[in-house]
């Protein structure tokens, strides 16, 4: 009952916004003309840009999987994350997309449930550490013309917020796992099963902090690549072209990314727009019919992604490539994992 009403929220504040800038026949009849009048040349290679990210993002996970002693081949990962992207961008409310590359990670590696649910925690970590890091840098660089205006600035502080709520989150939690405090938190303590997820998490890739930093490393262009897909996109619309920069994409994004990442509509969609609007608008001159097509076509291409994760799992069949995993890592015991097979419906 909480994820349909969950759900229903979300489905409203999402219809909701997307009314709202649909609204004007005007404006919908200048989107139309700026797609029909967009230079392809550059949406592809905004696909190019978001399958290289992909590319890294496999990179990464197929990095942390080894710590833990688990092989499983490139091809064999890939698919899982677009099958993972299938089920968040086309399944909305129901399960999300690690929960979905778990479960087929493990029909490749049986047996490897706890490895799994650590390296896909740490994965998330690792991810937004690189976030945090790279937007910093960006927004230190156009600090002033991103606090140029009330919305923007209040914007801003939002996704700084955020940020430093998710720093003080793992601070404490690896303080708690430093001193050894973290089994000694009360039973009833909100997150006390996911704080000792992450203990087991810190222990066993602090030990291997080579893998643990190059996963980091790995991270950094798979946020910006994400810049640069909406950027290239940008540029295909004649009325944004010339009028936002790289530099310019890179500070937005983060605040885009962010936020649109937050339980607030389904997968985003009305809010994103709505940001773009806002941000193009506000900060760059970009009429609002020509951010929302901005915004329609990167998603899109995201979207494109997610359909052939959707051939990916209609054809998957496990193999027994990821079946003979080493024993080197670390297979630590994880109580209460969100993750199972049971939450994933049979297909």
């Known amino acids: 009952m909480k994820k349909t009403l969950v759900t229903l929220l979300q489905a409203a504040v999402t219809i909701g916004i997307l009314a709202w800038l649909f609204r004007n026949p005007e404006t919908n009849r200048q989107m139309w003309a700026a797609l029909t009048q967009a230079h392809t040349g550059w949406i592809v290679l905004a696909a190019l840009a978001f399958g290289v990210a992909e590319i890294f993002g496999v990179a990464r996970w197929r990095l942390l999987l080894k710590v833990q002693g688990i092989t499983v081949g490139w091809l064999r990962l890939l698919g899982l994350v677009l099958i993972g992207l299938f089920f968040n961008v086309f399944m909305p409310g129901g399960t999300g997309g690690d929960v979905v590359k778990i479960f087929y990670l493990l029909k490749e590696t049986p047996g490897r449930k706890p490895a799994a649910v650590l390296a896909a925690m740490v994965d998330r970590i690792v991810g937004l550490m690189a976030l945090i890091l790279l937007a910093a840098v960006v927004i230190v660089l156009r600090y002033d013309?991103?606090?140029?205006?009330?919305?923007?600035?209040?914007?801003?502080?939002?996704?700084?917020?955020?940020?430093?709520?998710?720093?003080?989150?793992?601070?404490?939690?690896?303080?708690?796992?430093?001193?050894?405090?973290?089994?000694?938190?009360?039973?009833?303590?909100?997150?006390?099963?996911?704080?000792?997820?992450?203990?087991?998490?810190?222990?066993?890739?602090?030990?291997?902090?080579?893998?643990?930093?190059?996963?980091?490393?790995?991270?950094?262009?798979?946020?910006?690549?994400?810049?640069?897909?909406?950027?290239?996109?940008?540029?295909?619309?004649?009325?944004?072209?010339?009028?936002?920069?790289?530099?310019?994409?890179?500070?937005?994004?983060?605040?885009?990314?962010?936020?649109?990442?937050?339980?607030?509509?389904?997968?985003?969609?009305?809010?994103?727009?709505?940001?773009?609007?806002?941000?193009?608008?506000?900060?760059?001159?970009?009429?609002?019919?020509?951010?929302?097509?901005?915004?329609?076509?990167?998603?899109?291409?995201?979207?494109?992604?997610?359909?052939?994760?959707?051939?990916?799992?209609?054809?998957?069949?496990?193999?027994?490539?990821?079946?003979?995993?080493?024993?080197?890592?670390?297979?630590?015991?994880?109580?209460?994992?969100?993750?199972?097979?049971?939450?994933?419906?049979?297909?």
């Open 145 to 347: 013309w991103l606090t140029s205006t009330p919305v923007t600035s209040g914007l801003l502080y939002t996704l700084m917020t955020i940020f430093g709520s998710a720093l003080a989150f793992v601070f404490i939690s690896f303080g708690l796992t430093a001193s050894g405090l973290v089994h000694r938190l009360p039973a009833r303590l909100p997150l006390r099963e996911k704080l000792i997820e992450m203990s087991v998490a810190y222990r066993l890739y602090a030990r291997a902090w080579r893998s643990t930093l190059a996963a980091l490393l790995i991270s950094l262009p798979v946020h910006f690549l994400s810049f640069v897909q909406f950027y290239f996109v940008a540029r295909a619309f004649s009325a944004a072209a010339g009028k936002v920069s790289l530099l310019d994409f890179s500070a937005l994004m983060p605040i885009v990314n962010t936020l649109t990442a937050m339980p607030i509509s389904i997968g985003g969609a009305g809010l994103r727009e709505g940001l773009f609007v806002r941000l193009l608008g506000d900060l760059c001159g970009i009429d609002a019919a020509t951010a929302t097509v901005i915004s329609l076509t990167g998603y899109l291409v995201i979207a494109l992604g997610g359909l052939v994760g959707g051939v990916i799992y209609l054809c998957y069949r496990p193999s027994n490539a990821g079946r003979g995993v080493s024993s080197g890592g670390e297979d630590a015991t994880v109580q209460g994992s969100p993750f199972g097979p049971s939450e994933v419906p049979s297909k």
